[in-house]
């Protein structure tokens, strides 16, 4: 398996082929993709750059999250970061969007959403998908396995695609 800094070089080749800017909404990450991304020289030429939005009223306010989305569903659902994609993309103006939220504990799981808990959603173009992950580890490890996911989810749909 590629390193993280080699996936991101593969990444970036990627969307500059493409003329792609990517831009960010992250939550439990609290930026850690947007600093990843920006540890690549020239990364300026295809990453827009990102919001993080904590709390909910980041999401609401930056990211045009619903009010009553959050109410049903809550921040850490699909409906919330498939939300945080389009919002961060009409925000930017990006064609290529990734939003994460989770709970990175070691508090705050539920039996319905325990800690580890973490939602993808990426958005290319029209296409916008979304994943569910459970994670395992500590804070730090589930903000560093939820980053590298959310990179190789954005990277492997671009080399399968050709988008």
Request: net charge positive; with cysteine; aromatic share 8%.
């Amino acid at each position: 398996m590629k390193d993280i800094a080699a996936q991101i070089q593969e990444l970036a080749v990627l969307l500059l082929r493409r003329n792609f800017f990517l831009s960010t909404a992250e939550s439990c990450t609290g930026g850690l993709i947007g600093h990843l991304l920006t540890n690549e020289p020239g990364s300026s030429s295809w990453y827009f750059g990102g919001i993080v939005a904590y709390a909910d009223f980041m999401k609401i306010k930056i990211l045009g999250v619903k009010r009553d989305l959050l109410d049903r569903h809550g921040a850490v659902s699909s409906q919330c970061v498939l939300s945080m994609a389009r919002g961060v993309s009409n925000l930017t103006g990006s064609q290529v969007s990734v939003a994460v939220s989770g709970i990175a504990g070691p508090g705050g799981g539920t039996m319905e959403k325990p800690v580890g808990t973490v939602y993808i959603s990426w958005r290319v173009l029209d296409d916008t998908w979304w994943e569910k992950n459970i994670f395992s580890g500590t804070r730090q490890e589930i903000k560093t396995f939820t980053a590298h996911k959310a990179l190789k989810g954005l990277l492997d749909y671009l080399n399968m695609t050709g988008r």
